[in-house]
């Protein structure tokens, strides 16, 4: 029993030095934490902004107006007069065909003309002796000469005459049309320049046999515009419209922009790509462009979005079109999800996330934690 009170003094001493130091541990703490200020921060509030996109895409330049150019009948080709690369003028005769079968045929066409014509003649002559028989007859029938079955045989000859006269005259009409069918045919044996241009290639040669409607010769006409044709996806292209500006580099003249003005805006996608396509109306600037230069092209949208705009400081982490920003909030910092548009300068366009006004930390990011106490530094 002595060893048992000897103790518990000593535990009761042990137990108030322990309640002592907790109690002194947590004044400290305490104190500490009176003592640590908030962290200053500065801020920058989302201004809204009016953004018109600078487009981006590439494309092969042509021209305007481009034509295969074939004949409309078949046949063998007895000579081409122009090589690739060749300016031609309107009217200017390209190629033409062996023209012995077709110029028979044409001929063919001609005579059966004049036969028609003939049948015609001679059914005009047959019907006027049918119309005197018949005067005659009919006189004599009047004067009971005539019998009525005389008269009746006269009558169905007339109007035998008048069918006949009406056959030769279709069939005339029918002539005069195989006629024009065989000299059209034998005009579009030949190629004719349809207007200024240039032959930009050349897929058939002499003595081949060629089909109605073959190409033999491509053609560009000089007197349309040339155009760079190119694809943008639907983010872009509600961005375009008819007339928006553009500048053009080629690879051929890598110091200098060309005028481009937006000419023609695709209504609905490709089905294959799921792009739409623009064409690009090029002023040369008085240099020699070929058709098949590859051209990048810069859009300047003429349709404007409204955006907020925040200095890129702000941004805390990003992912691709994702990114994460402090907003001051009270004296807190709320860690908030936006989504990022464009990258303009220094500055960040939000699509959504933000409301104009809201007050954005740009100094001490990466320090901060989510809903910490914080306050505007004097400077700010």
Do not use: W
Request: net charge negative; hydrophobic share 40%.
């Amino acid at each position: 029993m002595l060893i048992i009170r000897k103790s518990i003094p000593l535990l009761l001493s042990t137990a108030l030095v322990l309640i002592s130091c907790g109690t002194d541990d947590a004044a400290k703490t305490s104190q500490t934490s009176q003592t640590i200020p908030a962290r200053q921060v500065k801020t920058s509030r989302a201004m809204p902004v009016e953004f018109s996109p600078r487009i981006f895409a590439s494309g092969q330049l042509a021209s305007k107006e481009q034509s295969r150019l074939s004949f409309k009948t078949g046949g063998i080709i007895r000579k081409i007069y122009v090589s690739e690369g060749q300016q031609v003028r309107k009217g200017q005769l390209l190629a033409e065909l062996t023209l012995n079968e077709i110029a028979a045929q044409n001929q063919q066409a001609a005579i059966g003309k004049e036969q028609s014509a003939i049948q015609v003649e001679n059914a005009k002559l047959a019907l006027q002796l049918a119309e005197r028989d018949y005067k005659n007859v009919n006189g004599l029938y009047q004067d009971s000469v005539a019998t009525l079955e005389q008269l009746e045989n006269v009558e169905v000859q007339l109007e035998n005459a008048k069918n006949q006269l009406e056959a030769a005259k279709k069939g005339l009409l029918f002539a005069e049309q195989n006629v024009e069918v065989a000299s059209f045919n034998l005009a579009y044996s030949k190629i004719i320049a349809p207007a200024n241009g240039i032959i930009l290639r050349k897929v058939a040669e002499v003595n081949e046999l060629v089909g109605p409607g073959t190409p033999v010769l491509f053609f560009a006409s000089k007197e349309k515009a040339q155009v760079v044709k190119v694809s943008v996806t639907d983010k872009d292209i509600i961005h375009i419209n008819l007339g928006d500006s553009a500048e053009v580099f080629f690879d051929a003249y890598p110091n200098e922009a060309f005028e481009g003005t937006v000419r023609e805006v695709a209504s609905m996608a490709d089905p294959y790509t799921n792009t739409y396509e623009l064409e690009i109306e090029v002023k040369p600037n008085g240099k020699r462009l070929l058709n098949g230069f590859i051209g990048q092209v810069y859009i300047d949208g003429s349709s404007k979005t409204s955006m907020l705009s925040i200095p890129i400081d702000a941004l805390l982490s990003g992912n691709g079109s994702e990114g994460e920003v402090f907003i001051f909030d009270h004296g807190k910092a709320i860690k908030t999800k936006l989504s990022i548009s464009k990258l303009r300068g220094d500055q960040l366009l939000i699509g959504r996330g933000l409301k104009a006004g809201d007050e954005v930390i740009i100094s001490g990011v990466g320090y901060i934690e989510d809903n910490e106490s914080v306050m505007l530094s004097e400077n700010n």
